[in-house]
């Protein structure tokens, strides 16, 4: 069982920077990774995702490309979400998730407890 804990979100003005953060423990270094986010009323949505297996590739929603970037540290078994340009649409709970990549959330099988973030205007 792999186990994620994220951090970093928090309360940030429209067109500024949050950078998230997601811990792993247990088996989880093989394993693809990834964001997804809810907002109020909505379904969790796909946002980004990294693979490490015989190479770094990512992965990202239309509405995030060029804003985002996903990244990860081998040796802190971490992955992270650098959002930029942020946007008041972009308030959500932002989820961590450890599973067989793609952006399908059915892939994915460990959750993270999910972190806040809030862009106001």
């Known amino acids: 069982q792999v186990q994620l804990v994220e951090s970093g979100g928090g309360l940030v003005q429209a067109g500024g920077s949050l950078r998230l953060s997601c811990a792993a423990s247990g088996r989880a270094f093989s394993l693809k990774r990834a964001w997804f986010r809810q907002a109020p009323g909505k379904e969790r949505e796909f946002v980004a995702a990294v693979t490490w297996i015989g190479g770094v590739n990512t992965d990202y929603a239309d509405s995030v490309k060029g804003r985002f970037t996903i990244s990860r540290d081998n040796a802190k078994n971490t992955v992270y979400l650098q959002m930029n340009g942020l946007k008041t649409d972009d308030t959500a709970v932002y989820y961590c998730?450890?599973?067989?990549?793609?952006?399908?959330?059915?892939?994915?099988?460990?959750w993270g407890q999910g972190t806040q973030v809030t862009v106001s205007s």
């Open positions: 998730a450890a599973g067989r990549g793609g952006p399908a959330r059915g892939n994915y099988d460990s």
